[in-house]
């Protein structure tokens, strides 16, 4: 398990033609937004509130290829990966994330998923 700085972002990389789908909940007071940008542009941006969970934001888009950076409005995120094989190949590989926006080190104020898959439909 990794950590970093919402603001600073998180870099994954994305073979070209990859679909990828991701999900944002949260449980707190304030707002929580992930952004995922490829160079300067941005991909995704989007956020949710919620105490609950009651509040999911999704999506998805398809790899230009190259590296994509994940920004979070909480300042301290944990970030793991698992990763679904099937004999010789990958099908899909996830990226967890689980975030602080204030000091009491909860870290389920913003929750997120960033999947790629090995194909399209
Ligand atoms: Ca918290």
New binding site residues.
Partial sequence: MAKFQGSKGYPIDIEKGKVVSYSLVSQ?AGPQKMTIKRGNTVVVETSVKSTNLSNTSTGSFTSQGGTYNVYFSAHDIRVDEAVINAGDFVVTKTYLFAG??????????TFATISWFRSAG
């Fill in positions: 707190s602080e926006d204030s000091t009491d080190r909860d870290y389920q104020d």
